[in-house]
Structure formats: C-alpha cells, structure tokens
C-alpha cells in the first residue's frame, strides 16, 4: 500500500515549496524566453542571392534586398521569389523560436510542442496560384 504523502505534515510542506521553486524556475525560463523571441530576425535568400529578407518576430518585413540581377527576371518570376524568400524568412524565424523552447523547456515540451505547430503550419505552401516550392 502506497503511503500518502499528505499525511506527513513536514513531507507535505516540502513537496509544496519544491513545487513553488520549479514553478518561480519555470516562470523565470519564460520571461527569458519571452525576451529572446523579441530580438529573433529571421532571414533567408534566393539560391542566387537576387532576393534578401528579412522579418522580425512580428512577422514585420524589416529587410528586403533586390539586387539587379534581379532585374533580368520576369516581372512574375520575380514576385514569385520575393514571396517565397519572405516565406522562407518566415519558416527561418519559426525554426529559431522553436529550438529556443526546446533549450529552454526541453524538446518534449508543451511551449515547443505548441512553437513546433506553429513553425510546422508555416511549412503549407499558400494556395496562391503561381507560386510554387
């Protein structure tokens, strides 16, 4: 028969405080984390470097760089690389957030599991037509 461990008063009181600790440690990793995800910049280019961006954890484009070479793309070749350079910005910041939970609260952690969901959803091509991966 298992023992209940309420019925030791000083057992019980230890229990508790060790509890508050992990929860004031806890508490402690988010607001770290919290202020990590604040400065990620996610960044990404086309594979010839026509097409620089950059976003911020807001998902704010902060950064766009067009180089001329850019400029011997068709009109619609070219917005579709844009786009998917931002895109791509977009995945980099998620990929960024989720290992910054996983060093945080570990890889089987709610918050990484919820980050990782959030990083998998950017993955889904928009159903643009015209744009490709």
């Given at each position: 028969m298992t023992?209940?461990?309420?019925?030791?008063?000083?057992?019980?009181?230890?229990?508790?405080?060790?509890?508050?600790?992990q929860s004031q440690e806890q508490a402690t990793k988010a607001r770290a984390l919290e202020s990590q995800m604040k400065t990620l910049v996610g960044r990404a280019s086309s594979p010839r470097r026509e097409v620089?961006?950059?976003v911020s954890a807001s998902g704010l484009?902060?950064?766009l760089k067009i180089t001329t070479d850019?400029?011997?793309?068709?009109?619609?070749?070219?917005?579709?690389?844009?786009?998917?350079?931002?895109?791509d910005a977009h995945r980099a910041i998620g990929a960024q957030a989720v290992?910054?939970?996983?060093?945080?609260?570990?890889?089987?952690?709610?918050?990484t599991a919820r980050l990782r969901e959030e990083a998998a959803a950017r993955d889904i091509?928009?159903?643009?037509?015209?744009?490709?991966?």
């Open positions: 023992e209940n461990p309420w019925a030791n008063p000083d057992a019980a009181i230890a229990q508790v405080e060790a509890q508050i600790r620089t961006a950059a484009l902060t950064e850019a400029t011997a793309l068709r009109e619609d070749d070219l917005a579709t690389l844009i786009k998917k350079v931002v895109n290992q910054l939970a996983a060093d945080a609260f570990g890889e089987d952690s709610g918050v091509p928009p159903a643009e037509p015209g744009i490709t991966y």
